[in-house]
């Protein structure tokens, strides 16, 4: 490595797109900034030794209170865009889970509340680049 070189630090996360036959869509309402009261997918970082299959089901169920093994989790995608954070590099691994019409919600951890949205009429706009996920995870 030069002297010009820098390294780049890279956070690493996951998200789920929780969805119901009835095609809605389970968000929380972001309680910290970066977009600090936006909607967003349950989702946050991936823990040391942890996979970011079993850091999407931990993450869902410590802010939505949706229990969900990972073995139902279908992987969507990896987004890491440089500039899609601005907190700094956040590549994050998005999953996909089908729930039951009627699934009770809690918000808890880091998420001022949890809602389910109809998947035809959602949140003028998401946090990070959940829209673009969102479409992946529906558009399949």
Known sequence: MTETETVETIRYTADVV????????????RGWPPHEGAWALPGGHVDPG???L??????????????ITADSLRPIGVWDAPDRDPRGRYVTVAYAAVVPVGTQIVA??????????PLDNP???????HADILRAATDS
């Open 50 to 52: 942890e996979t970011s």
């Open 18 to 29: 929780a969805l119901t036959p009835a095609r809605e869509v389970l968000l929380i309402q």
């Open 54 to 67: 079993a850091a999407a089901a931990r993450e869902l169920a410590e802010e939505t209170g949706v229990h």
């Open 108 to 117: 808890g951890d880091d998420a001022r509340t949890a809602r389910w949205w």
């Open 123 to 129: 949140p003028e706009r998401l946090a990070f680049d």
